[in-house]
């Protein structure tokens, strides 16, 4: 599964964005992986699965932090989202990440 | 007002390409920091993003920390032996009367993968802090992978990292569309912008 907001969550996110804050856009991004958690991940979890996460609340971490949310706000805001059993963490040079980003976007 | 903070703040003011490029640069760049704060305090398995995918991938399958045992959650599928003869189940999983070959695909028991008996503090062993209502830490009994980081221009990297798995004969499903939203780090704006189709 993928962390990134999905559905009526993104639409939302992506119309409130013009005027909502950060935390206000951290809210609802937690909301959506709150819903994802219930119904995607725990019962999976319980069910004996293995369960990859393509990114996870960590990106909410860095990302919301790097926009000025308070790190332990955004640790409390996730703190329903089952701990990890191995995070691989895939280390790019800045100069890499961002060319990355912007090649795979219009503008 | 320091010059990176100048430049942030110009994402929106002077619609210049070049400032926006930076202040997206700066804003990447503190996402990077925060990443590095938590690969200690998270116990990041910390691998080079720029390698290539299989050499990621093989890097990931022989890493110490990769402990967990995939065989648990492998399909089973019974020798040719266990169905060639009516009447002979093997495994136990054939409720039907088998009588020409053919293949069963049942889950694996499951297994004590975390056994762990459950404590008054099990929640903060298997939770950033305290589960969602109605969930039991001691009934998780699966384990969960994570990949993060940045992908390549396909944005599929990761994702095709996560198919070491799928490479194992496991099923992979994946969920969930991308949001892109690019962000002004200081005047607090975002950036909708249109996901890329397909």
């Known amino acids: 599964m993928e962390f990134l907001a999905a559905g009526e969550i993104r639409d939302a996110a992506r119309e409130a964005a013009a005027v909502a804050d950060a935390d206000d856009v951290s809210l609802l991004h937690a909301a959506d992986f709150a819903d994802r958690c219930e119904r995607q991940i725990m019962p999976l979890l319980q069910g004996d699965y293995l369960v990859l996460a393509d990114r996870y609340v960590y990106t909410a971490f860095a990302r919301d932090a790097a926009r000025g949310c308070p790190a332990r706000w955004l640790r409390n805001l996730y703190r329903f989202a089952p701990v990890p059993d191995i995070t691989f963490y895939f280390r790019a040079p800045l100069d890499v990440a961002v060319h990355r980003i912007l090649s795979g976007r219009p503008n | ?198």
């Open chain 2, 1 to 198: 007002m320091d010059v990176q903070t100048e430049i942030l703040r110009s994402w929106h003011g002077s619609g210049d390409v070049v400032r926006r490029a930076e202040s997206f640069r700066l804003f990447q760049a503190r996402i990077l920091e925060e990443y590095d704060k938590m690969v200690d305090t998270d116990n990041f398995v910390v691998l080079d993003g720029t390698l290539p995918v299989n050499k990621l991938q093989k890097q990931m399958r022989r890493h110490r920390g990769f402990k967990i045992d995939l065989k648990r959650f492998a399909p089973h599928v019974p020798e040719p032996d266990d169905h060639a003869r009516p009447g002979k189940r093997k495994n136990g999983n054939c409720e039907s009367p088998c009588g020409n070959f053919h293949t069963h695909i049942t889950p694996a028991a499951p297994t004590a993968a975390k056994t762990t008996a459950p404590t008054e503090d099990a929640s903060s062993q298997y939770f950033f802090g305290e589960p969602l209502v109605g969930f039991d830490p001691s009934e998780i009994t699966g384990n969960l992978i994570v990949i993060e980081g940045w992908t390549d221009r396909d944005d599929r990297r990761r994702l095709r990292c996560c198919r070491v798995a799928e490479s194992e004969g496991f099923a992979v499903q994946t969920s969930g569309l991308r949001v892109r939203i690019w962000w002004d780090a200081t005047s607090m704006n975002f950036w909708p912008r249109t996901p890329r189709r397909g």
